[in-house]
């Protein structure tokens, strides 16, 4: 049972547009979000994360957005850059249990110049 | 200076053999975890340790035997591979797990079981 999903495995984007990841959950127990990034012969690094009591934050062209009721967060990447091209995993926790992440099967980036 | 490091990077092996794969963060870290990334690419938590001390352990067979020397170090044993056992290993470290801190990844072992 997938209680965090990426439902598109793949985006293209063209270099200086606006690349926007959607991430869906099921567990209204989770609290915390976190946007990872994924190169290729490497592990993740972590991008961006997002406490429930906020519904956006921002660092730089990196913004997460998201909706408690719709149980939805979103990535949006602005403007997006070659070297932004990667996977990108949305992941979750609860309180009681921040230790115990659970990821999403991720979504391959590609930004073409 | 690499700050969660992993050995080997690759490994092949037979089925019926033992493994270990080593781990190693010197961020100062609390907290360890083993990942395990499947053919679908899912990543799955395996065991948390922290400060020596197995807090999670999700379903996973007994074959797989996590040992925590120091903080520093949590290294995965593995009896008896299995076909099934094919999959990257990711080491992961964090500062705390009472608190949402992200984690730190080591750069993963490739794991094929022949």
């Known amino acids: 049972d997938q209680q965090v999903k990426q439902n598109s495995p793949s985006l293209s984007v063209q270099e200086g547009r606006i690349s926007i990841l959607n991430c869906d959950y099921t567990?209204?127990?989770?609290?915390?979000f976190l946007w990872y990034k994924k190169y290729p012969a490497e592990g993740p690094t972590f991008l961006i994360s997002i406490s429930s009591i906020k519904d956006k934050n921002e660092d730089g062209r990196f913004t997460v957005f998201l909706n408690k009721s719709a149980k939805h967060l979103s990535l949006h990447i602005v403007p997006s850059q070659p070297g932004d091209s990667a996977v990108y995993f949305c992941?979750?926790?609860?309180?009681?249990?921040?230790?115990?992440?659970?990821f999403g099967p991720g979504t391959s980036l590609s930004v073409i110049p | 200076d690499t700050a969660v490091s992993q050995t080997p990077k690759y490994l092949v092996t037979q089925m019926g053999n033992d493994k270990s794969i080593k781990c190693e963060q010197n961020?100062?870290?609390?907290?360890m975890y083993w990942y395990k990334q499947d053919s679908k690419k899912f990543l799955k938590i395996m065991f948390s340790y922290n400060n020596k001390e197995l807090i999670i352990n999700e379903t996973v067979p007994n074959r797989f035997s996590p040992k925590s020397p120091d903080k520093a170090h949590l290294n995965l044993h593995i009896n008896s591979l299995e076909l099934g056992d094919s999959a990257v290993y990711f080491c992961?470290?964090?500062?705390?797990?009472?608190?949402?801190?992200?984690?730190?990844f080591g750069p993963g072992t490739r794991l094929t079981v022949t």
């Open positions: 992961a470290s964090s500062l705390s797990p009472s608190s949402p801190y992200e984690q730190y």
């Open positions: 992941a979750a926790s609860v309180e009681t249990s921040y230790d115990k992440v659970i």
């Open positions: 961020l100062g870290h609390d907290t």
């Open positions: 567990n209204s127990m989770f609290d915390y």
